[in-house]
Every structure is written in C-alpha cells, then in structure tokens.
C-alpha cells in the first residue's frame, strides 16, 4: 500500500513586541497609510535583545506537536526553514532538536529563503512517502528585523519575525497531493543580503538589498504559472481549490494570485496585516491561524504557494 504524508498539527508563534506603521514614522520617511497602501502590512512582531530564531521556532515546534497530540520524542525527522539560522552552524534545526530533548533523528536546516517552509514540506513529504520517517517536524522560523537596514524604507517597513510549524505524519491516504518546487539564480541580485565568509573574511554589506517593484512583477506572474502547474498535475480546476494559503508578502501580490485562481478574497487566508512578510515563517504562520480559528476543516484542499530569493518558487496541495 502506499504512504502518503498528512498534516496532523500545527502551531505557531510571534514574539511580544510590536512595531506598528506608525512606529515606523519615527524611524523612516514614510507613512502609515503609503505601507498600508502598498502592502497590506498594519504592523509587525519583532525579536528583543537575547531573543533568536530557534527560541520562536522552538514555540512554534511545541503547540504544533502538542496540536497533533504528540510527545517530542515521537519526533524521527526535523527540517528547519530559515534564512536567519542562530548560528552558521550546528544548523537551527539541530538547535532545536536539543531543545525538545530529541536524539538521533535526522535536523537539517533548508535555505530557500521565503520558500523556504514550502521547500521543507515538499522535503519531510519525500522522506515519508519514501518510508525514511514518520512523524516530521517542519518549521518555518525567522528573525529578518536582525538582517534590515533600518534606514532603508524600501525594505524596513515589509518585513517581521516570527516562527510556525507543522507536523507531518505517515497516513494511507494522501494529505499532501503533490509538490512543485523551482528556482532560478538568475535573478540572484533582485533580493540578497550580499554578506558572505566565502572568502575568508566577513565582506559585504550584511542587509537585505531588494528592488522591490522588479521582484513584485516576477512574483505576480511566477505565482500565476505555479498555480496553473499545481493544478494540472493534479487534474483539478480552480472550483477545486478550498482555501489559498499564500506566502504573505505584500497584500497586492495575494490579490493577484487570488484572482487568477477566481476565489473569492474569504476563501485567502490573509495575515500579512498582522506581522508583515516573515518570509519562510508566514505559510504556517498563516495555516495555523486559520485552522486555530476553525476556518480550515479536515477533508478541506488546501493550495500553499510562495515565491522568494534566489529566486526560488514553490506550491503544496494538500487535503487537510
Ligand atoms: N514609504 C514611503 N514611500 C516609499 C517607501 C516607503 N516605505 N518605499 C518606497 N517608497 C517610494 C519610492 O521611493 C518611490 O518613490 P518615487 O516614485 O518618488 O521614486 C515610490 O514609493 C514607489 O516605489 P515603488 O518601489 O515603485 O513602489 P511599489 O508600488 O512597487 O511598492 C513594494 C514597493 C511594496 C516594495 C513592492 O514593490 C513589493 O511588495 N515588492 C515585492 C516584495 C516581495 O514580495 N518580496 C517577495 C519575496 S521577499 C523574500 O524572499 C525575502
């Protein structure tokens, strides 16, 4: 018989302290309704001194295992997406394994930037339906404020922390219905943070660099053929779809894709308003806030889809 993967719990968490637009007035030159105008984005949750990626991951990690009934050491595999890993390395992921009090089980981190949480799920879906594991622990944890230039507003005022997860179990039936994940170098220079130690020393500027109105064009139509791939090899039509959980990046961006697919904006699970774009934390960030509230129910057909550096792009379906 075959092996298939489901979700069976989620969980997330943002850290305690807010910065709202208008915080952002005192700091930058801009204005509460130009962001809001253009992204969607009300406020933002960011990290305070001594607080890191693996701690929010790691509250992310308990609610989703506890959500699915679990105990940590039920855990066999941990992939971590993050593009603000606590150190360079042992990886966020084998941080974390400590944390929970787990031994031996394969932690890895995975970096696809704002994909990154849909690279890790199509990941921990292969190792289960390949019969490596389990019970996989797939978070998407970030702390970006750490890696803004606070003094560019191209860039400050998009983006927050914070930290969800799901857990994945072996199942009969398919859960998750299939995976597309993509990237293309190419367009390396559109979103970078140029730091690097590849050459022996700490070189390059260690903020985010971004040409935002270039990246926004690419992601509107690379979103777009996403979904049609998604859908074809599923043999699905767009009536199909239950509820889109879209990488929250920019309101405009979820509109778009929301469009192409004809659902109504009830059926998007919009909380980018709440914490700005998370990069890989905002998919199950925004998962859990719409299983949590009773919105998304078992037996739902869920689309998942982000786009991010690199550039990488990806989509889960799934059945919840
Ligand atoms: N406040 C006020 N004005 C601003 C701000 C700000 N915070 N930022 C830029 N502006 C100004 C610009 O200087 C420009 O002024 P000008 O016309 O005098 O030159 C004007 O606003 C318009 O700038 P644009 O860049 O054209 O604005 P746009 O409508 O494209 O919105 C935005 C900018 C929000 C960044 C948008 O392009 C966007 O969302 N891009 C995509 C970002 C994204 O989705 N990234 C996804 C992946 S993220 C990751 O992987 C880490």
Redesign the pocket.
């Known amino acids: 018989m075959s092996v298939y993967s489901r979700i069976l719990g989620t969980g997330s968490y943002l850290p305690e302290k807010v910065l709202t637009n208008k915080d952002l007035e005192q700091i930058?030159?801009?204005?509460d309704e130009?962001?809001r105008e253009?992204?969607g984005i009300r406020q933002r949750h960011v990290v305070i001194d001594g607080e890191s990626c693996c701690d929010l991951a790691e509250r992310a990690a308990r609610r989703a295992i506890e959500s699915a009934g679990l105990v940590p050491t039920e855990i066999d595999l941990i992939v971590v997406a993050t593009t603000t890993p606590d150190q360079i390395f042992p990886s966020t992921a084998c941080l974390l394994q400590q944390r929970l009090g787990i031994h031996g089980c394969p932690a890895f981190d995975v970096q696809a930037?704002?994909t990154g949480f849909v690279y890790a799920l199509a990941i921990a879906d292969k190792f289960i339906r390949a019969g490596t594991s389990r019970c996989a622990l797939v978070v998407g944890s970030e702390t970006l404020s750490r890696i803004l230039n606070w003094q560019d507003?191209?860039t400050c005022?998009?983006f927050g922390d914070g930290a969800g997860a799901v857990v994945v179990g072996a199942a009969e039936e398919a859960g998750i219905l299939s995976t597309h994940l993509h990237a293309d170098g190419a367009y390396k220079d559109l979103?970078q943070v140029p730091r690097g130690i590849g050459s022996g020393s700490c070189d390059g500027d260690p903020y985010?660099e971004?040409r935002?109105?270039e990246?926004?064009k690419v992601?509107v139509t690379t979103l777009g053929r996403i979904v049609d791939e998604t859908l074809e090899a599923n043999g699905m039509q767009q009536s199909d779809i239950d509820w889109l959980i879209p990488h929250q990046?920019?309101i405009r961006?979820i509109q778009a894709t929301a469009r192409k697919l004809h659902l109504p904006m009830e059926q998007v699970v919009v909380t980018v308003g709440d914490h700005g774009?998370t990069?890989a934390a905002s998919i199950p960030l925004a998962l859990d806030t719409a299983i949590r509230d009773g919105r998304i129910r078992r037996g739902e057909t869920l689309l998942m889809e982000a786009?991010?550096?690199g550039f990488t792009w990806g989509s889960v379906l799934a059945r919840y």
Do not use: E
Not at 28 to 31: G, R
């Open positions: 930058v030159d801009t204005s130009w962001i253009r992204t930037v704002c507003r191209g005022v998009l979103l985010m971004m935002g109105n990246v926004f992601a990046a920019n961006i774009n990069s786009f991010g550096g």
